[in-house]
């Protein structure tokens, strides 16, 4: 039971819990508390650094696209215009080729009508030819030419 005043183990209990205290709170609890908001500076540091770094990787990504539209956009460009340039040139060469096809067309046509010529003025000759062997089978003698 308590009894007043309090006995001397209470005041060496008392004195030993204080002398405890001090001594954890010197050796222990202080350094303790001191990593531990070191440890939360850093982690603000950190975070903010974090922040920081994130921000400025946002604003390489937006100049990385812009750079990537700004390219991609002369590139179709500059696509286009070789589209349009081979396109001339095809167009080009397809003309000469018919042109020249049609060259040909009509050279084959000129000589065409002129073998026809040669050949129609050889059966006209043989026509002649022709008549005088059959008159002289059919008569049966020499016929004058």
Do not use: C, H
Request: aromatic residues 8%; glycine residues 4%.
């Amino acid at each position: 039971m308590l009894t007043f005043p309090p006995d001397t183990t209470f005041l060496v209990q008392l004195v030993s819990f204080l002398l405890l205290w001090l001594v954890l709170r010197r050796l222990a609890w202080a350094p303790m508390l001191r990593v531990l908001e070191e440890r939360d500076e850093r982690t603000a540091g950190n975070r903010q650094l974090a922040a920081r770094y994130r921000a400025e990787a946002e604003q390489v990504q937006q100049k990385y696209e812009a750079e990537f539209a700004r390219a991609r956009a002369e590139l179709t460009a500059k696509m286009q215009s070789v589209r349009s340039v081979v396109a001339g040139e095809e167009q080009a060469i397809v003309a000469e080729a018919r042109a020249a096809a049609q060259q040909r067309i009509n050279q084959a046509r000129e000589a065409f009508t002129q073998e026809l010529k040669e050949a129609r003025q050889a059966v006209v000759r043989e026509a002649g030819y022709v008549g005088y062997l059959m008159a002289r089978q059919v008569l049966g003698r020499d016929v004058p030419r």
